[in-house]
């Protein structure tokens, strides 16, 4: 099991709560929420991890690698495939860097990303997302299932509630249909120490390495982290310096 900061526990106990929820209700219920906080404070690797624990579907999208349908690019349609193989299970699609979406720069820009956000707005209200097959075809899928998890660091502003991003360029039928704001902090260098030797990552590497010093993995790692803590990678610096310890040598 992967580490538990304390800066986290909160909104950990609240993703959580509300994908259990999802999930008890049969999908009945879909509390769809915003995670807010800075970069590298656990955004993903929070809900990514409890959608673990409880056996849930999990894919990823990166709002701000998406293009407006009609336009070359990884479109919604085409980003939505891998829905195909969870339509039928409840499961949670998490939208990250979202708030890349509310950014007002220039008029063309901004249109852009109005219509970007129309067509996240049309899942939430629709029974079926209509999907770009590998075969050149749009395929209706069920996404009544899907829970969504938008996530952005929204340029540090402090959010609250789903009003408070009305002035960042939320549209307003979003603030009804995605209620929830949940706020994730930076973790600290001191919780990075601790949380490593439990590092799923970590102990996979020793154990492809059995005659490698736990201890003194540990001491090299963690001397790592603290020279490369200013680079505000905050829970992904965990992998990478993990990553740059192991293959020191190659």
């Not at 407006?68 to 891998?82: F, I, V, Y």
């Not at 993990?242 to 190659?250: A, G, K, P, S």
């Amino acid at each position: 099991m992967e580490p538990v900061f304390t800066s986290q526990q909160e909104a950990s106990r609240k993703i959580h709560h509300l994908i259990n929820v999802h999930v008890e209700s049969k999908c009945k219920i879909r509390p769809h929420c915003i995670i807010t906080g800075p970069s590298g404070s656990g955004k993903s690797f929070l809900t990514n991890s409890i959608c673990k624990q409880l056996d849930v579907p999990f894919f990823e999208l990166n709002a701000a690698q998406i293009t407006q349908e009609g336009l070359s690019g990884n479109s919604l349609t085409k980003a939505m495939r891998p829905l195909r193989d969870h339509w039928n299970q409840p499961n949670v699609i998490f939208v990250d860097e979202f708030d890349k979406l509310l950014q007002q720069n220039g008029e063309k820009t901004e249109n852009f990303r109005s219509g970007v956000q129309d067509e996240f707005l049309q899942l939430l209200e629709s029974k079926y997302a209509s999907v770009f097959t590998d075969y050149g075809k749009y395929e209706p899928v069920l996404c009544e299932n899907s829970l969504f998890i938008f996530a952005g660091a929204f340029s540090g502003a402090e959010i609250t509630q789903t009003e408070d991003l009305r002035a960042l360029g939320l549209r307003t039928e979003f603030v009804g249909r995605v209620p929830l704001v949940i706020s994730t902090k930076q973790v600290t260098i001191e919780e990075l120490r601790k949380a490593l030797p439990k590092l799923k990552l970590f102990n996979d590497y020793l154990s492809l390495y059995p005659s490698v010093n736990k201890g003194s993995a540990c001491k090299a790692i963690i001397k790592l982290i603290e020279e490369q803590h200013k680079n505000n990678l905050g829970i992904r610096l965990l992998n990478s310096v993990t990553h740059q310890y192991f293959m020191r040598d190659m």
